[in-house]
């Protein structure tokens, strides 16, 4: 299994510019998510999905985009980048947790700046 | 929104001494989890606590869970270079059910 991976791993934008950064997962987990990671605020939800065709949003959402066509993919569209921005995005998935144990995975990340 | 918050931000040891982090709530947690980030790395699950009281250990690593379940703690025993990194506590039902709520991270570093 590759478990979750992220693409790209590295990205510079101007202001303005949209993207979509790509996430999959191989473990058949339904629950997948965006968090951001800035230096000392931890990570952030952005939006999150609980299964193909539902996604919600989370702590962050403003300027950013989702969609769940298929359980493997949760791609996070940035629409019109701003220097607030520039970030670590993480993308993380889990099993339904009927037990609430529901470890995350997560994915190596993708490190954007925006200018 | 529930929080929960975690200290110290940041952690200076030698190596061989003793490292503490300690995770609160306001409110009662259901479970809590634990996880490791190595710097440029991404966040890697290491315990979830589930029971009042409840203690786990890993090897150096020893997690507690309060008695009424609203904080909880980390600690390593003799660390060591390869104990470098930030140590995040997080809520899993803080948000909707699969998502987790965060702490800001207790970063840790190892003086050889």
């Known amino acids: 299994n590759a478990g979750v991976t992220q693409t790209p791993k590295f990205q510079v934008l101007k202001t303005g510019q949209s993207m979509t950064l790509q996430c999959a997962q191989d473990m058949n987990h339904e629950y997948m998510s965006w968090y951001r990671q800035d230096p000392g605020m931890g990570l952030r939800l952005i939006h999150y999905?609980?299964?193909?065709?539902?996604?919600d949003q989370g702590e962050v959402p403003n300027g950013y985009n989702v969609s769940r066509s298929t359980t493997e993919d949760f791609p996070l569209r940035l629409l019109s980048a701003a220097p607030s921005q520039t970030s670590v995005y993480f993308c993380?998935?889990?099993?339904?947790?009927?037990?609430?144990?529901?470890?995350?995975?997560f994915g190596p990340g993708t490190r954007l700046t925006v200018l | 929104g529930q929080q929960v918050m975690q200290i110290p931000q940041y952690q200076h040891v030698q190596e061989g001494e003793d490292f503490t982090t300690y995770c609160n709530s306001s409110?009662?947690?259901?479970?809590i989890q634990w996880y490791k980030q190595r710097p440029g790395g991404h966040p890697v699950f290491l315990i979830q606590?589930?029971?009042?009281?409840e203690v786990k250990k890993q090897k150096r690593l020893t997690f507690q869970f309060g008695e009424a379940k609203k904080n909880s703690s980390l600690h390593i025993t003799a660390t060591q270079t390869t104990d470098v990194g930030t140590y995040f506590c997080a809520d899993p039902w803080g948000g909707s059910q699969g998502n987790l709520i965060f702490g800001k991270g207790t970063k840790l570093s190892v003086k050889p």
């Open positions: 993380a998935s889990s099993r339904a947790s009927g037990g609430g144990y529901n470890e995350q995975f």
């Open positions: 606590l589930v029971k009042s009281g």
């Open positions: 409110t009662t947690l259901s479970n």
């Open positions: 999905s609980v299964g193909a065709g539902i996604t």
